[in-house]
């Protein structure tokens, strides 16, 4: 009978490791981002000297999303030659960013300590 | 009807009745900025290939009205490894019962020939019931337990 080879690990690409990691932070960046009125180019343009960069394809449906959860809200106004949806933090969101950077902050604490061996 | 405003159109055809027409009144906007941008980059205005290539990179209008959509899986995660487990199981059962009745008739009247076609079609029939009830129990389940954790 022939031994059963040991099934060698499926290797995961470091793109996607970053693209999980970056996921959980994009909200928090959104939101950040959003604390000042914006339209989504200059929310993409924030995002991405932030280096946390976004899609248009991306950004657009996360901005509605985020909306329909109450956590934004919008307004169409004008801006050179064209009709832009405007966003900003509404109050809702204003509570959430903030408990979400406390929580941000504790994990980043608590990772940073792992990575260095310290102990907790 | 020009390339952009041929995009905008299948993308109605594809996003849900909710919320359509601000949607698609955004990504407008949106597309014309970045269309602008790519022709003060050339300097010309594009060509229709080029708009084409500008709207694939921006998203297809199936995957943008995927991404604008929320509709929750039919079996979420938490389901999904139970699941697969029944129905697999439902579906080997079916052509096993089927293979039991085959071999019952054949003991019973060995005179009788046996009626391959109308018995592969009993087979499909089984299985395509199987898995349509199997699926849809599973998705009731699945919205039940959704709306219990929602309370």
């Known amino acids: ?49 932030g280096g946390v960069a976004i899609d248009d394809g991306a950004l657009y449906p996360m901005l509605r999303r985020l909306e329909d959860q109450g956590l934004l809200r919008s307004d169409w106004r004008f801006e050179g030659s064209r009709n832009k949806r405007f966003y900003m933090l509404a109050p809702h969101g204003l509570d959430t960013f903030k408990q979400l950077v406390e929580e941000w902050r504790e994990q980043t604490e608590g990772v940073e300590r792992l990575i260095r061996k310290e102990q907790p | 009807m020009n390339v952009t405003e041929a995009y905008l159109k299948r993308l109605v055809f594809w996003l849900p009745r909710k919320n359509r027409d601000s949607i698609v009144e955004e990504v407008r906007s949106v597309v014309l900025d970045r269309l602008e941008q790519a022709a003060v980059i050339k300097g010309r205005h ?91 129990v599973f998705l009731l389940l699945d919205r039940a337990i959704q709306k219990h954790d929602q309370l």
């Open chain 1, 1 to 49: 009978m022939k031994k059963k080879l040991a099934e060698a690990p499926k290797q995961v690409s470091i793109s996607a490791l970053r693209q999980e990691l970056r996921r959980g932070t994009l909200v928090l960046a959104v939101l950040a981002v959003l604390r000042d009125e914006r339209h989504g180019a200059e929310v993409r343009e924030m995002l991405t000297a």
């Open chain 2, 46 to 136: 594009l060509d229709d290939e080029e708009i084409k290539r500008e709207l694939n990179a921006f998203g297809s209008s199936v995957v943008m009205a995927s991404r604008y959509s929320q509709y929750p899986p039919v079996i979420s995660a938490a389901l999904a490894l139970f699941y697969w487990k029944v129905l697999s199981v439902a579906l080997l059962a079916v052509p096993l019962a089927q293979s039991v009745a085959i071999a019952v008739t054949v003991m019973r009247a060995t005179s009788q020939r046996i009626d391959w076609a109308m018995a592969l079609s009993h087979t499909a029939n089984g299985l395509l019931i199987t898995f349509t009830t199997v699926t849809i």
